[in-house]
């Protein structure tokens, strides 16, 4: 019972309270680039679930089984890039091979996620944490994607409506996109401490 | 000799990270090179030579969005060759070669005219226009100009183009040919339909440019430099044909010869016009006739 305790207030802590997006400020490049519309920014979101589920998995395992028992936490950086590139590689080839509309709509961003800082983030993070068991590994990783698929859909929800609006000429692209991402982040803060 | 040590034992190290990161790359390769295979997505190569075969200006003339699109749908179905305006004869006879198919009608490139040659002086108006700057708005008004055929000059054909080929001059929606690449965006962006096709066999074109099916004295009224359907052309070359008021140039006879040239100087509107990239500047229409006794 205490485990499942855990793993929830884990969950929901590096969902909402501990938001990759809104508090760490990391994947910011497709969470500006790609939340143009509803249905790509979840496609997104998913990818980057996907991708940061397994990597954070992989990244825990190889740091606690291969890296710290020899000593070399120098080579964290340098494994976790690869594994986070390869991880990025399978779901780009799986996702040409089944969603190939998906495919053509991320264009660049897909293989951009490789250089997406939340994930290299995250996998850091669980390190930083202290991060003890494996499942608490996994259940994190998966967290930290759901939150950045809400945040991605929160902000092209809201960027659906503004196109809609009256924007003065001088904050029209950009500029309002970037001070929705602070008002939304200033929101969330509102979770702090909830936990 | 402790610095020895410490050389050696960094040296043990790094040999250890390097056969480990050696080790995790193996694995992680293996591993891609199975999904790859798995994974394999057949991507027909004639798809690349047709795109390469297309003028990637990414129009939408065909329909598609892109090149790309349309290089995929035209091989699926082989119907749709011949569907890139701007690439014409060419594209298409390229594509027919890649795809091992015979084009079956071959004609000139098809390029866009304006059927109205009236500049804001020789229109009439009856108000002045003060709403939505666009055709398509301004054509919903009734008797937004007198004449209900021609041109309204708010520019939907310009804004549609993306070679930046046509411009509004005092009122009257002008193509520039050395630009125009026929993907026909201007002919459905105007509401009024005035914007016809012809085959471009020579480099400048004649075009009776009117598209007033009023009867004569209708159009003489409210244009300067209307069809009156008068059929004087017609007198002098079978490539004329008069048909409700309007007379029409039938390209499959014209050819630029003596007759047509005096069809040419005989129009008393002087809406016989050339159309082209060097065409000259169209004719003064004559002097209107003095106005007969009204009954």
Redesign the interface.
């Known amino acids: 019972m205490d485990t499942v305790y855990m793993l929830l207030t884990g969950f929901i802590s590096v969902v909402l309270i501990n938001n990759l997006v809104f508090t760490k400020f990391l994947g910011i490049c497709p969470y500006i680039g790609v939340s143009g519309r509803i249905d790509m920014a979840f496609g997104m979101g998913l990818a980057v679930t996907f991708v940061m589920t397994l990597s954070g998995t992989l990244t825990w395992m190889?740091d606690h089984w291969?890296?710290i028992p020899?000593?070399?936490e120098?080579?964290r950086y340098?494994?976790f890039i690869?594994?986070i590139a390869?991880a990025v590689?399978?779901v780009e080839?799986?996702v040409?091979?089944f969603f190939?509309s998906l495919y053509e709509s991320f264009g660049i961003f897909l293989p951009l996620i490789t250089t997406n800082c939340a994930i290299l983030g995250l996998c850091l993070f669980l390190v930083i944490w202290g991060v003890g068991s494996l499942i608490e590994a996994v259940v994190l990783s998966f967290g930290g994607g759901i939150g950045f698929t809400i945040a991605i859909c929160i902000m092209a929800g809201i960027r659906e409506n503004l196109r809609m609006v009256d924007v003065p000429e001088a904050l029209q692209g950009a500029p309002i996109t970037l001070i929705t991402a602070g008002l939304l982040a200033l929101a969330f803060m509102g979770f702090a401490g909830m936990i | 000799m402790m610095i020895l040590a410490s050389v050696v034992s960094v040296l043990g190290?790094a040999v250890?990270?390097g056969l480990?990161?050696l080790g995790?790359?193996t694995a992680?390769a293996v591993?891609?090179l199975i999904?790859?295979e798995k994974?394999?997505?057949p991507v027909d190569p004639r798809v690349e030579e047709v795109y390469a075969a297309l003028p990637h200006l990414d129009c939408g003339a065909c329909g598609y969005p892109g090149c790309s699109g349309y290089a995929k749908a035209v091989i699926e179905n082989p119907e749709l060759l011949g569907g890139c305006a701007p690439g014409g004869p060419e594209a298409a006879n390229a594509i027919a070669a890649i795809l091992n198919l015979q084009v079956s009608k071959e004609g000139p490139p098809l390029r866009p005219v304006v059927m109205c040659r009236a500049h804001k002086p020789e229109r009439t108006y009856y108000g002045q226009y003060q709403g939505i700057p666009s055709c398509i708005a301004a054509n919903a008004v009734a008797n937004v100009q007198a004449c209900k055929f021609g041109c309204l000059g708010y520019g939907d054909c310009m804004r549609a183009c993306k070679f930046s080929a046509m411009r509004i001059e005092n009122g009257l929606a002008t193509i520039d040919y050395t630009k125009c690449t026929g993907c026909t965006a201007c002919v459905k962006a105007c509401p009024r339909n005035l914007i016809k096709l012809v085959p471009f066999a020579h480099e400048n074109m004649m075009v009776v440019a009117c598209n007033s099916l009023e009867n004569g004295k209708s159009t003489r009224a409210f244009c300067q430099v209307g069809c009156i359907g008068c059929g004087l052309c017609v007198k002098q070359s079978d490539a004329f044909a008069v048909e409700d008021n309007l007379a029409r140039v039938d390209y499959a006879k014209y050819e630029p010869s003596g007759q047509n040239e005096t069809a040419y100087n005989k129009c008393p509107t002087g809406v016989i016009v050339y159309r082209g990239p060097t065409a000259q500047a169209p004719r003064e229409p004559k002097a209107k006739p003095a106005p007969t006794a009204k009954a």
Request: glycine content about 6%.
């Open positions: 190889i291969l890296l020899l000593g070399l120098v080579a340098v494994a690869m594994v390869a590689q399978l080839m799986y040409k091979r190939p | 190290y250890l990270a480990i990161m995790l790359g992680f591993l891609l999904a790859n994974l394999k997505v």
